[in-house]
């Protein structure tokens, strides 16, 4: 799967789609949980770009599939 290129913002979207809610802001990085207790850290830089791989990472991490990308 080639990696979608994204910004902060519609990562977001999407995590909160799968049920993960903002618990707490540390800076620029944005800390998520879900009812599970999984935690995802999402860097904030308004506008940028997401390097691939942390975007690959959060993929991963929250789970996501191919139809929730599109």
Request: aromatic share 4%; net charge positive.
């Amino acid at each position: 799967m080639k990696v979608p290129r994204l910004t902060s913002a519609e990562i977001i979207k999407l995590i909160e789609r799968k049920g993960f809610v903002l618990v707490r802001q540390s800076g620029s990085h944005r800390i998520y949980r879900n009812e599970k207790g999984a935690r995802i850290t999402v860097p904030f830089h308004s506008g940028r770009v997401l390097h691939p791989k942390i975007i690959k990472s959060i993929i991963k991490d929250a789970e996501l599939t191919q139809e929730d990308l599109e």
